[in-house]
């Protein structure tokens, strides 16, 4: 059974800093390329950051300079450092992965509320 446990999110005052974690099983988590994405209430879910095909990185324009995606492949971690948060950071975060081949093979995490705000 696959699953991805993220962790991390929480309140946060604007310019403060959070980093989230995801933490996979049941896969070889090498052979897939994670990713971040968010929600926020009345929007449709957006890409914040993932690792592609070629190992690099695509992150938002919204984020860029502030968000960074990296991996941890002993722990099968992905995580996402958040700087100099805003309040229109706020949303719910969700973990992704994606196989680095066979792309139909995509698993979500149940996501971690982060909020920014005095």
């Known amino acids: 059974q696959v699953r991805l446990v993220e962790s991390g999110g929480g309140l946060v005052q604007p310019g403060g800093s959070l980093r989230l974690s995801c933490v996979a099983s049941?896969?070889?988590?090498?052979?897939?390329?994670p990713g971040w994405y968010r929600q926020a209430p009345g929007k449709q879910r957006e890409l914040v950051a993932v690792?592609?095909?070629?190992?690099?990185?695509i992150t938002a324009d919204s984020v860029k300079g502030r968000f960074n995606i990296y991996r941890d492949g002993g722990s099968n971690t992905a995580y996402l450092q958040m700087n100099g948060l805003k309040p229109e950071d706020t949303a719910v975060y969700y973990c992704?992965?994606?196989?680095?081949?066979?792309?139909?093979?995509?698993?979500w995490g149940q996501g971690t509320q982060v909020t920014v705000a005095s």
């Open positions: 690792f592609t095909k070629g190992g690099a990185t």
């Open positions: 049941g896969i070889i988590f090498n052979l897939y390329n």
């Open positions: 992704n992965v994606v196989h680095w081949q066979e792309t139909q093979r995509t698993y």
